[in-house]
């Protein structure tokens, strides 16, 4: 009996996944930074408006609680700061700072070469196939996720 590659393939990626995690927590660790507060400083970075707090934690598609703790950590470091909305006293922008946009001038170049040094091996035509198919598997998980929330939300009926 041939063995089912779903396993295969998630045991994979997930053992992957932490492979680059650890190398991110050793590549940032010397910039006093976590793997998630680079993500969060990069996604400032790629709006300079700042972004809404409960958007910023979508985007990372993390827990709200797991935001404010970030967000209290960076704003501590001076590298975000939060502002009050317009029309909503609950919600707070969240804007990287000028010490914040000096340490990411400093550490976004030393990432890119980190990673392309990562991935060089893959070449770039496989690592865009295996890009492209990553982003197909995402969204194959997500629809199957939405199907289960769906059904569990129909008390379990299939």
Request: net charge positive; proline share 3%; aromatic share 6%.
């Amino acid at each position: 009996m041939q063995r089912d590659v779903s396993f295969d393939l998630v045991y994979q990626v997930v053992r992957t996944s932490g492979r680059l995690l650890r190398a991110s927590r050793r590549f940032f660790r010397p910039y006093g930074l976590s793997e998630a507060q680079f993500n969060v400083l990069n996604l400032l970075r790629l709006h300079p408006p700042g972004m809404i707090q409960r958007d910023l934690g979508d985007a990372l598609l993390v827990d709200r609680s797991n935001v404010t703790g970030l967000v209290d950590r960076l704003e501590k470091l001076g590298w975000v700061r939060r502002e009050a909305t317009e029309g909503d006293r609950r919600a707070f922008r969240v804007v990287m700072t000028e010490a914040g946009a000096e340490l990411m001038a400093r550490v976004l170049p030393a990432y890119e070469a980190e990673v392309r040094r990562l991935v060089a091996d893959l070449g770039a035509k496989r690592a865009s196939r295996l890009l492209e198919e990553l982003k197909h598997l995402d969204a194959c998980i997500e629809v199957a996720s939405l199907r289960l929330e769906q059904v569990e939300e129909k008390g379990g009926e299939s």
